[in-house]
């Protein structure tokens, strides 16, 4: 029988790889705030640095050679400046116990969601966001605030896909863009957790059960593609994404 960990787990999991299917706009924003209702939030974010790291391999593999070069060859070194500042942060944040750690984590975790939320919701009803024109300083700035972003929450993806709309490429090449910056810094994301020990053979060997329900999300956002309205799901999903990251948010402050 399933325990209320199991279902949050694989809902999480199984949301994550339907976001990759382009269904849903940005709602694997979901996925976090929900595995973080069962287990401390840094044990959260080194699990979904694997659990994304895997997809996009997976992912790329649909849009090789699908890349506007000349636009990550500038986000992707300010990406990297921003891993470095982003953990950084995260090891400011450790206190003397690891409780501390998770307090702090959940709380930025759970405002950055939320932030979120009302912008893809301010996105919803058709208003404009504004964003730095496409230019390599602006590249290396916007990748620089998806490093920090990223590497604190996992939740940067609609900031690079804000910026990365202005170029009016066709979708096939703007997604295999997205998906191959995406690939690139979640790997250096693992890598740097590893060096500060946020990710150990502990976290590899919790999650290795989970990735078979990665491609279940996938199937599903394909057959969801095709058969149900986008902005109705999507709806739903951002006040649940909403409602949890409001719960981490409470948990940290009581």
């Known amino acids: 029988m399933l325990d209320t960990y199991h279902v949050c787990v694989v ?21 976090i705030p929900l595995m973080a209702l069962v287990m401390p939030a840094p044990t959260m974010i080194a699990i979904l640095a694997i659990l994304l790291l895997v997809v996009d391999c997976f992912a790329n593999v649909h849009y090789i050679g699908e890349y506007d ?46 932030i979120f939320v009302l912008l893809q919701c301010w996105r919803l009803a058709g208003r404009y966001l504004p964003t730095l ?15 920090v972003v990223s590497t604190i929450s996992h939740s940067a993806g609609p900031i690079v896909m804000l910026y990365l709309l202005q170029e009016r490429i066709a979708k096939k090449r703007l997604v295999g863009t997205m998906l191959m910056f995406t690939l690139l810094i979640n790997g250096v994301k693992v890598v740097s957790y590893v060096l500060i020990g ?45 409602a949890t990251a409001a719960q981490m948010i409470y948990k940290a402050l009581v």
């Open 133 to 147: 024109p496409v230019r390599p300083a602006s590249s290396v700035a916007i990748g620089a605030v998806a490093g």
């Open 11 to 31: 809902l999480a999991v199984i949301i994550l790889g339907l976001s990759k299917t382009g269904f849903g706009g940005g709602t694997g924003i979901l996925s």
């Open 198 to 242: 946020t990710v150990t053979w502990a976290t590899f060997r919790q999650t290795w059960w989970m990735i078979p329900f990665l491609p279940v999300g996938t199937l599903a956002g394909v057959w969801m593609n095709r058969r149900i309205p986008e902005k109705p799901f999507m709806a739903v999903m951002y006040a649940a994404a909403a």
């Open 69 to 114: 070069w000349p636009v990550l060859r500038w986000l992707v070194p300010g990406a990297g400046v921003g891993v470095v500042i982003g953990i950084g942060v995260l090891m400011l944040m450790r206190g003397a116990d690891s409780s501390t750690f998770d307090r702090r984590l959940s709380l930025t975790i759970g405002l950055i969601c939320l």
